[in-house]
């Protein structure tokens, strides 16, 4: 999407108001799990946001699909056009946060970053390799100095993936993400009742209030707790 590949087409989408489209392709990183770099390759710019923008009368929404928006070459461009325009801008498949300058974090706390639908404030990232804990944290801890809220930062972390891996590694990411503030959100690699119960029990918040041994001896479901939130949803939109 882009100059490069002609205007999109939305008709079949009536409803939608945003404006899609990447700013950048390709990747800085090789993630072993990630088909990006195969896909796309290295990362180089694409469009514009005046590209990308349909234009009035449709809303200053921009649903950015760039895989490493920061390792477009053309990126500070980009946000100045961002501000120039006062668009709301979602950056759906994430920011790298481990390798976030603060000159990078400043530009995120200067514009209007959104969720996929556009009301939330959110800036998605991961966590996915439990190594990484000091540069996640650095990155994170940089954004909330030039002033994101550690509340908009929700945190995708792979969980299953790593050989060997155990319910405290993953739990350990849970639980850091919490004491900063920020939003845990498990991605299993393979959907096996345990993971998928770790998912339910972080995603829908029940971590907060029931310990993943009494969530385990309740079969990952919230009815069978025996409690008041058995009413809450598993995957109420903003609980984790
Ligand atoms: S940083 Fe993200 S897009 Fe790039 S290779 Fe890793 S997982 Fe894929």
New binding site residues.
């Given amino acids: 999407m882009g100059v490069s590949d002609g205007p999109l087409d939305y008709s079949d989408y009536p409803e939608f108001r945003a404006s899609v489209g990447f700013t950048m392709r390709g990747?800085?990183?090789?993630?072993d799990?990630?088909?990006?770099?195969r896909k796309e390759g290295r990362a180089r710019a694409h469009g514009t946001i005046a590209e990308i923008w349909r234009g009035e009368p449709w809303p200053r929404q921009l649903l950015l699909l760039d895989?490493?928006f920061f390792g477009g070459p053309d990126w500070r461009a980009r946000i100045a056009e961002v501000r120039a325009g006062r668009f709301r801008v979602s950056f759906v498949?994430?920011i790298?946060v481990r390798v976030l300058s603060d000159e990078a974090a400043g530009a995120i706390a200067s514009v209007d970053y959104r969720a996929d639908d556009m009301h939330e404030r959110r800036i998605y990232t991961?966590w996915?390799q439990l190594g990484d804990e000091r540069v996640l944290f650095r990155g994170l801890e940089r954004l909330v100095r030039h002033g994101v809220k550690p509340d908009h930062l929700m945190v995708y972390t792979l969980i299953g993936y790593a050989r060997g891996e155990t319910h405290e590694q993953r739990d350990h990411r849970r639980r850091r993400l919490r004491e900063f503030g920020a939003r845990p959100y498990p991605m299993p690699f393979v959907r096996t009742p345990e993971l998928v119960g770790f998912q339910r029990w972080v995603i829908g918040a029940y971590d907060k209030s029931f310990t993943w041994e009494r969530w385990q001896a309740a079969g990952y479901s919230p009815r069978r707790l025996g409690d008041r939130r058995v009413s809450l949803p598993l995957f109420g939109a903003g609980t984790p």
């Fill in positions: 990747c800085r990183f090789k993630c799990f990630c088909v990006v770099p895989n490493d498949q994430g790298n991961a996915d």
